[in-house]
């Protein structure tokens, strides 16, 4: 599979039992792809026992951001395990919070998306999660698409 090229997004979700304030949670994802246009669904496979795979077991609201070339540390970041806390993770990098979901929506995406789960289909070692599709912005994007092929970020063209 990694000869298929494929678009990077960040999916977020708010955990709001985890502290006083909640959490926020975030993870790279490469297996995320539109199912269905009416209704609008989109899928993300999550690895099972992720962090973000056992938030969605349990509230069916996240956050999507198609992430642009220059926001490849993004990427980066939310791709590593063991990590410190999530919300220095977010610290640095601009946001806004979608007002659905409460997920995290990352400023300079090519796109956001807030969705709610309508299916989850456990698949070998991933869950896939089927989400209807609540709120879209598409926040005049400039620049390409990060995207990941034979294991490394890359940039059209
Ligand atoms: C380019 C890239 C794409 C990834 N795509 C996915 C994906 O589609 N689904 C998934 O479960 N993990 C994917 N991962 C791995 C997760 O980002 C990573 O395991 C996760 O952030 C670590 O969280 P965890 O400690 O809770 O597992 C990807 C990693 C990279 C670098």
Excluded at 26 to 35: D, E
Excluded at 95 to 120: D, Q, W
Aim: charged share 20%; net charge negative.
């Amino acid at each position: 599979m990694s000869q298929l090229a494929a678009g990077v997004v960040l999916v977020t979700a708010h955990d709001s039992d985890d502290g006083p304030h909640g959490e926020d949670v975030g993870m790279t994802a490469t297996a995320f792809l539109s199912v269905s246009l009416d209704p609008p669904l989109v899928m993300v496979s999550l690895r099972n026992g992720s962090r973000m795979d056992d938030l969605l077991a349990e509230q069916p609201l996240w956050g999507v951001s198609v992430l642009s070339e220059s926001q490849r540390h993004i990427a980066g970041r939310f791709a590593m395990k063991g990590r410190i806390s999530d919300r220095l993770l977010f610290e640095d990098i601009p946001y806004t919070r979608g007002k659905v979901s409460g997920a995290l929506l990352v400023r300079g995406a090519l796109a956001t998306l807030e969705c709610r789960t309508e299916n989850r289909v456990v698949a070998g070692d991933h869950t896939l999660v089927i989400g209807r599709v609540l709120e879209v912005e598409l926040p005049s994007p400039s620049g390409g698409p990060l995207m990941y092929f034979r294991g490394r970020y890359r940039q059209l063209g």
